[in-house]
C-alpha cells in the first residue's frame, strides 16, 4: 500500500464502505494483439492502449513503476520519474541517478506535457489524477499511451481481485514487450520465480503462526486485510494473515481487536514520511509502551519483522518481502514454536 501516501489517503478515505475491489470478469490486462514492426496492442484497467513503436521517452509516475522500468535495463529510454518514497534499490541506484526527477510528488499535467513522452507507466490510479498527471484517457487522446497496474484500475470492477505473484510477473513482461525486450522480461521473472521458490522452501513453519502486517498509525492502525501483497505473502508461506477476514485490502483496525487476536508475528513497514507511528523503530516504541499492546506475545518476546513500506505494494520488490518475512520468521520463531 504506497507507500504512495495519496494512494493510500483515497484507500482509506474508502475504508468501510467499499467492500473489497468488486468482481474481476477475466483478465483486466489482457494483450489484444502484438502487431509486427513494434507495435504493442493492450487492454490495460479497461481501456485500449496500443504503443506505435517501442517508447524511448518514457515517464514512470512512481518508485514501483520506476524500478520495474530500471530491472528491465530501460534506463536510457526514461526522460523522467516522480514519488520516491524508499531509497532507490542498491542495484538500480546508478540508473536511477541518471534520470530526471520531474516532482518530489507526481508531477503536473503541465510538467508532464512540457516533458514531450512517448509513454507513461504507473502502478497506482492517483497518479492519473486531475490535479496530477492528468487521466489516461486524455493522455492517450494527446497520442500518449498511459499504461496503470491491473491492481490499481481506476474501476475497480475491472482490477485484479487480488494481489498474486503471477500477476506481478505478468506486468513485468507487459512492460518488456511494450518497449521490445521481451527476452529481458522473461529473464528478470525467471530470476524472480526461483527466489520466491527458494523462499518457500526454507520458511516453513507451523501453519497456524499467524502474522499482522502493521502498515501505519498509532490510534488508529492500519493493517493488511483480504487480498494484498501481504496476503498473498502469507499463503504463499503457509501462514495466516491476522485479519485475512477483513474485506478491505488495508482496514483501520483497533488495538483491543488485535489484542483479542494476539498474532505470533507483527511485520512492520518501515516507512520513510517522518510521521506518527510510520518508522519500524517509532511502531515498536508504541507496541512496547501501549499498555493494551504490551502484553501481546509477539511484543513481549521481540517477534518483529521489518520491510520497506514500498515492498508492502506489488512491485519488484515483492519477491524480496517474502524472502524478509521468510528469513524472519526462521529467526524468530523456533524457540517460540
Known amino acids: 500500500m504506497k507507500t504512495t501516501f495519496i494512494s493510500f489517503v483515497a484507500a482509506l478515505a474508502l475504508a468501510g464502505t467499499v467492500a473489497g475491489c468488486g468482481a474481476t470478469t477475466g483478465d483486466p490486462v489482457e494483450k489484444a494483439a502484438t502487431a509486427g514492426g513494434g507495435s504493442t496492442s493492450l487492454t490495460s484497467c479497461g481501456l485500449p492502449l496500443t504503443v506505435p513503436a517501442p517508447p524511448s521517452r518514457a515517464i514512470a509516475l512512481e518508485q514501483n513503476a520506476t524500478e520495474i522500468m530500471l530491472s528491465l535495463g530501460l534506463g536510457d529510454r526514461m526522460i523522467g520519474t516522480s514519488y520516491q518514497t524508499d531509497p532507490v534499490l542498491p542495484e538500480l541506484r546508478a540508473g536511477y541517478e541518471k534520470v530526471p526527477v520531474l516532482a518530489k510528488l507526481y508531477p503536473s499535467r503541465e ?51 487480488e494481489v498474486t505473484f503471477d500477476g506481478i510477473f505478468a506486468e513485468v513482461r507487459d512492460i518488456a514487450t511494450i518497449f521490445g525486450v521481451a527476452a529481458k522480461g522473461d529473464q528478470v521473472v525467471a530470476a524472480q520465480q526461483g527466489r520466491l521458490e527458494a523462499a518457500k522452501q526454507t520458511g516453513a513453519v507451523a501453519p497456524d503462526t499467524s502474522l499482522l502486517w502493521y502498515y501505519s498509525g498509532t490510534s488508529t492502525p492500519y493493517v493488511a486485510g483480504h487480498g494484498g501483497l501481504p496476503d498473498a505473502i502469507s499463503a504463499t508461506l503457509g501462514v495466516k494473515n491476522a485479519f485475512a477476514d477483513a474485506k478491505q485490502k488495508w482496514p483501520a483496525g483497533n488495538w483491543e481487536e488485535i489484542a483479542q487476536r494476539n498474532p505470533d508475528v507483527i511485520v512492520l513497514a518501515d516507512l520513510t514520511r517522518g510521521g506518527d507511528g510510520d518508522s519500524a523503530q517509532s511502531k515498536i516504541d508504541f507496541l512496547r509502551a501501549n499498555p493494551v499492546t504490551a502484553k501481546l506475545d509477539a511484543v513481549v518476546n521481540g517477534r518483529f519483522i521489518t520491510v520497506s513500506g514500498s515492498s508492502m505494494d506489488p512491485s519488484i520488490r515483492s519477491v524480496s518481502a517474502l524472502e524478509q518475512v521468510s528469513a524472519g520468521l526462521r529467526a524468530t520463531l523456533p524457540a517460540t514454536r
Open 111 to 161: 510538467a508532464v506535457r512540457a516533458a514531450n513522452p512517448d509513454f507513461v507507466y504507473s502502478t497506482y490510479s492517483s497518479a492519473y489524477a486531475p490535479d496530477a498527471a492528468g487521466e489516461r484517457k486524455e493522455l492517450g487522446g494527446l497520442g500518449v499511451p498511459a499504461y496503470l497496474s491491473a491492481f490499481a484500475c481506476e474501476d475497480p470492477a475491472v482490477a485484479r481481485d
